[in-house]
């Protein structure tokens, strides 16, 4: 390329990219996002929907809760992100039984095995299902309603599941 061409395209790049500054910094904070969360549901997908999956057919064929049911239960009893995320992150870390929210599934499916999660992967796949709408299998929403007629916040339900 000869020196003046060069020259010209090396001050239209200046003046494009001083004009496009402001988009350009949107564009990379969307993409900063969209990666984060792209991040966090393939290690959510790797790490838990072996079991946690919403491929089942029916309610029979699963072998733990779909992660929406267990979404909705922690954040009955963890109200702030931070609370959400800790408490996921210690249950995958050491699922004990005492420690258990969810009675019923314990008893259905035995209690989660332990199995060696990195810490940091706990928490981007806890801050992926806190933030974003987790898929449910097509059973999940007549099978909830017939368990929880009277909603999931109602008294008998908190006696129940604690
Ligand atoms: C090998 C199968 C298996 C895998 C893999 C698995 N889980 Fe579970 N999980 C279960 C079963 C079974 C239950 C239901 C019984 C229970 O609550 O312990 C459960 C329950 C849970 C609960 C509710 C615990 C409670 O309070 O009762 C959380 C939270 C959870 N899993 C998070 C995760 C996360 C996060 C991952 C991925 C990092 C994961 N699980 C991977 C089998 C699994």
Known sequence: MKLNSLLVLILTSVALLSCNTKKEEKKFEKEVVSKEINEGYTLFKN???ACHSVISKSHDE???PPMVAVKRRYKMAYNSKEDFVKAVVAWASNPKEDNALM???VNQ???MPKQLF???DLIKIAEYIYD?????PAWFKSHFSSMHPNGMGS???MKMSN
């Open 109 to 111: 499916f035995k209690v």
């Open 118 to 120: 990195k810490k940091e």
């Open 103 to 105: 009675r019923g599934a």
């Open 132 to 136: 974003n709408e987790i898929e449910q």
């Open 47 to 49: 790490n838990c929907y």
């Open 62 to 64: 699963i072998i733990a």
């Open 155 to 157: 008294k008998k339900e």
